[in-house]
């Protein structure tokens, strides 16, 4: 069964950088690209940066974070990540992130009903 696993998130100032893991479990994470989300309190979830599978060449990024996140994998531990910067307080939400096993994959064609696995989230609040 897959399984995806989100951690990393706290509390920090505006200005402050935090890591997020997301770990895959029961499957290879290697065959799957890799989607971020966020939702904030009261907003619909918003996808935030895709990954590639295999070798992650490809990513994508919305543009409220172009710029200050990165997303990575390191297809040896089974995990994807997302490391983010410039933190704001507008960035504060929940974050989650989902596997999907497409070659071509990216923030224009994300499909819903592909997502084949969700973590449970991960919850980021940035202070001013």
């Known amino acids: 069964q897959l399984q995806l696993a989100e951690s990393g998130g706290g509390l920090v100032q505006a200005g402050g950088s935090l890591r997020l893991t997301c770990a895959g479990s029961g499957f290879t994470l290697n065959n799957y690209a890799i989607a971020w989300f966020r939702q904030a309190p009261g907003k619909e979830r918003e996808a935030i940066s895709t990954?590639?599978?295999?070798?992650?060449?490809?990513?994508s990024y919305a543009d409220s974070v172009k710029g200050r996140f990165t997303v990575s994998r390191d297809n040896a531990k089974n995990t994807a990540y997302l490391q983010m910067s410039d933190l704001k307080p507008e960035d504060t939400g929940e974050y989650y992130c989902a596997a999907d096993p497409r070659t071509l994959f990216s923030l224009e064609n994300i499909d819903y009903k592909l997502l084949e696995a969700w973590g449970q989230g991960t919850r980021v609040t940035v202070s001013s």
């Open positions: 990954i590639s599978r295999r070798d992650g060449k490809v990513t």
